[in-house]
């Protein structure tokens, strides 16, 4: 990782509309396009922070990637080590374990197929077609998380 870790802050309209919009669907148990909200401990203040995310499947096993890069939740996240994810009345507790970024290419190419759309922006022209020398060379930028789930959360 560089020296100043990649972050890309959400604009006043993705924080204010989009994300409320997607939470208010999640939190009445609609996923569009596989969103859940992500509750993960604050690294210092160890309340509860909540953000929408899409969690990846790939090979039976589940991803989270930020697009943004290296935000507030991952920073939460490694040092949690796990969080929830919400969608609806039903919680799931996880552990969380950061993807080395030898391994990411082949994820955030999926991630990208799903969700270009939304994301690509922030992927710097670098798409779900691109070349494998193109998608590690960002993948420092993106941190991704194998979630494993441990059941249902208290």
């Known amino acids: 990782m560089s020296e100043r870790p990649h972050v890309r802050k ?14 208010f669907l999640v939190r009445r148990g609609i996923g569009p396009w596989g969103a859940r909200v992500l509750a993960v401990r604050g690294r210092t203040s160890g309340a ?9 499947t790939v090979g039976g096993r589940q991803y989270l990637v930020s697009p943004r890069g290296h935000v507030q939740w991952t920073r939460n996240m490694r040092v949690a080590g796990g969080g929830r994810l919400l969608l609806g009345r039903k919680a799931d507790a996880f552990t969380a374990e950061e993807v080395p970024d030898g391994e990411k290419p082949e994820l955030l190419r999926a991630y990208l197929k799903r969700w270009k759309w939304e994301v690509g922006a922030f992927f710097d022209g670098v798409g779900p077609d691109s070349p494998e020398d193109e998608l590690r060379r960002v993948a420092p930028n993106h941190p991704v998380f194998r979630v494993t789930v441990t059941g249902p959360a208290a």
């Open 48 to 56: 509860w922070r909540t953000t929408p995310v899409n969690v990846l």
């Open 10 to 23: 959400p604009g006043r309209f993705t924080n204010q509309v989009l994300n409320r919009a997607v939470a």
